[in-house]
């Protein structure tokens, strides 16, 4: 039985885990040093635990004790009980969403490994935004994609705001990462995917026309929320894919889709 300890100071040692976890720099050194992720909610951090991430302690106000008393009871672990105000003082934000965990992160997967079961794969270039990934992976989830590949400096999926708005899905959707940007596209490319690099040029070929011919293994590209993706990534895919969008959204300043509303378009396609 997880052993429920009360701490009243932001600063004991043994809240560590949690501190300051708005601040995406600091979040990013300590969660990689210390090999953990942190999973907000009664419902995300129960899928967490059921697809086999370890928990290093579980923190929440008294009150939110009832929406894990299912798991507590299995859990060796401890778990921390402070007051609204400690939490937010530790955190940086009102909690209000119930507990937080801090789990173990489990070694990704190597590439060759999660393409080898695949038919249809997600390859995500140097997406920033952490929200992004997370509600790719969603997409991802619900709309029949077996894996998402992501490129060495694509966003961490179990960064808190991720694994968040994914509900958890970065913990169903096998991913694994690319260790070099420049030549690892050959290597999925080699393993019998067709690979299709997503973008809102006026010269690609429309997604309908793409998903009709696809094939059995297919690869779907998507660029970062700036610049897109690279002109390496294009000029090694199989063939750029546009989603056509209307006559009228350059006068109304809108040069392209959300790079999850392109994502969630494109999955749909391919299973039609
Ligand atoms: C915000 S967009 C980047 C816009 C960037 N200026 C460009 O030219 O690609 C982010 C990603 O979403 C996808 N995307 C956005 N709009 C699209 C469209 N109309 N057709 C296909 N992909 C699109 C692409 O993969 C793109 O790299």
Same mark, same amino acid.
């Given at each position: 039985?997880? =052993?429920? %300890?009360?701490?009243? +100071?932001?600063?004991?040692?043994?809240?560590?885990? *949690?501190?300051?976890?708005?601040?995406?720099?600091?979040?990013?050194?300590?969660?990689? @040093?210390?090999?953990?992720?942190?999973?907000?909610?009664?419902?995300? %951090?129960?899928?967490?635990?059921? /697809?086999?991430?370890?928990?290093?302690?579980?923190?929440?106000? =008294?009150?939110?004790?009832?929406?894990?008393?299912? #798991?507590?009871?299995?859990?060796?672990?401890?778990?921390?009980?402070?007051?609204?105000?400690?939490? +937010?003082?530790? /955190?940086?934000?009102?909690?209000?969403?119930?507990?937080?965990?801090?789990?173990?992160?489990?070694?990704?997967?190597?590439?060759?490994?999660?393409?080898?079961?695949?038919?249809?794969?997600? %390859?995500? +270039?140097?997406?920033?935004?952490?929200?992004?990934?997370? @509600?790719?992976?969603?997409?991802?989830?619900?709309?029949?994609?077996?894996?998402? %590949?992501?490129?060495?400096?694509?966003?961490?999926?179990? *960064?808190?705001?991720?694994?968040?708005?994914?509900?958890?899905?970065?913990?169903?959707?096998? *991913?694994?990462?690319?260790?070099?940007?420049?030549?690892?596209?050959?290597?999925?490319?080699?393993?019998?995917?067709?690979?299709?690099?997503?973008?809102?040029?006026?010269?690609?070929?429309?997604?309908?026309?793409?998903?009709?011919?696809?094939?059995?293994?297919?690869?779907?590209?998507?660029?970062?929320?700036?610049?897109?993706?690279?002109?390496?990534?294009?000029? =090694?895919?199989?063939?750029? #894919?546009?989603?056509?969008?209307?006559?009228?959204?350059?006068?109304?300043?809108?040069?392209?889709?959300?790079?999850?509303?392109?994502?969630?378009?494109?999955?749909?396609?391919? /299973?039609?």
């Amino acid at each position: 039985m997880a =052993e429920l %300890i009360h701490v009243s +100071e932001a600063s004991d040692p043994r809240l560590a885990d *949690y501190v300051r976890l708005t601040d995406g720099q600091l979040r990013r050194s300590l969660e990689a @040093a210390e090999g953990l992720f942190i999973a907000e909610g009664a419902k995300v %951090i129960r899928r967490a635990l059921e /697809t086999g991430h370890l928990p290093r302690s579980i923190l929440m106000a =008294e009150r939110w004790l009832d929406s894990l008393s299912d #798991v507590l009871p299995g859990l060796d672990c401890p778990v921390y009980l402070v007051s609204d105000a400690t939490a +937010e003082a530790l /955190t940086g934000f009102a909690v209000h969403r119930g507990a937080l965990a801090s789990l173990t992160r489990l070694p990704l997967p190597a590439l060759p490994e999660v393409l080898a079961p695949a038919r249809r794969i997600i %390859i995500l +270039e140097d997406l920033v935004n952490h929200t992004n990934v997370g @509600a790719i992976f969603r997409c991802a989830a619900a709309l029949d994609v077996d894996a998402v %590949i992501l490129a060495p400096r694509c966003a961490d999926p179990l *960064y808190r705001r991720s694994v968040k708005v994914s509900m958890g899905a970065v913990f169903a959707v096998p *991913y694994a990462r690319m260790g070099d940007w420049h030549k690892d596209l050959a290597l999925v490319r080699d393993a019998g995917f067709r690979l299709l690099a997503l973008t809102p040029a006026d010269d690609a070929l429309d997604l309908e026309d793409a998903a009709a011919s696809s094939g059995e293994k297919v690869g779907l590209l998507l660029g970062s929320e700036g610049d897109g993706l690279s002109s390496h990534w294009i000029s =090694e895919a199989d063939a750029a #894919v546009r989603i056509p969008m209307s006559p009228g959204a350059l006068s109304k300043g809108v040069d392209s889709l959300n790079v999850v509303a392109a994502a969630a378009i494109a999955c749909y396609a391919l /299973t039609r």
